[in-house]
């Protein structure tokens, strides 16, 4: 039997591993069905959806240059069975996600009250000034001489700041040498 990318054929479950589900077909060409595309839900255990022996529709996805066969039974669907049902939960009921509501979905609470202001920040560690404002306009060898000056001086305030941080240049096994 030659196989179409796109097409939907009937094949037995001939294997199930806990990642996907392998078909044949007639004429002994196999493919395999990954664990995603087994059905529109979320799929914690192949087995509860198919079976060894049971007879299934997929449909390709692809066909490698090795000639494995990437199968999917959840696109073989109709269109309308496809897409992930929605659960229907009576109003005011709380979702499955650590039992918090949806936003938008009051669950028995009171709305919340306007959020307070942002307030500033207090800036960066250290207070550092990291682009300079200035717009003058200089030589390049001007720029990269403040450039240079800017960034050594970064450099040692930040390692003076790791050092102190680490007890003042002494480890353990005494002063740094």
């Known amino acids: 039997m030659q196989l179409e990318v796109g097409e939907i054929y009937e094949g ?15 004429g002994g ?30 449909k390709v996805l692809s066909i490698s240059e090795e000639g494995k066969v990437s199968l999917s039974i959840k696109k073989a669907l109709p269109e309308d069975q496809q897409r992930r049902p929605a659960p229907k939960r009576p109003e005011g009921e ?9 936003r938008g979905q009051g669950a028995g609470r009171p709305p919340r009250g306007p959020r307070p202001a942002p307030q500033p920040s207090p800036g960066r560690p250290g207070d550092f000034e990291w682009q300079s404002r200035r717009n003058d306009s200089g030589s390049f060898e001007d720029m990269m001489s403040r450039f240079k000056q800017t960034s050594d001086e970064k450099m040692s305030d930040l390692k003076r700041a790791t050092d102190s941080r680490r007890g003042g240049g002494y480890s353990r096994r005494g002063p740094k040498g």
């Open 12 to 26: 037995k479950v001939t294997g199930i591993t806990k990642f996907g589900a392998f078909v044949s077909f007639e």
């Open 94 to 102: 709380r979702g499955d996600r650590g039992g918090h509501a949806r």
């Open 29 to 58: 060409r196999t493919g395999m069905v990954h664990i995603s595309e087994v059905a529109p839900v979320f799929v914690n255990e192949i087995k509860d959806f198919v079976t060894e022996g049971q007879t299934v529709k997929v």
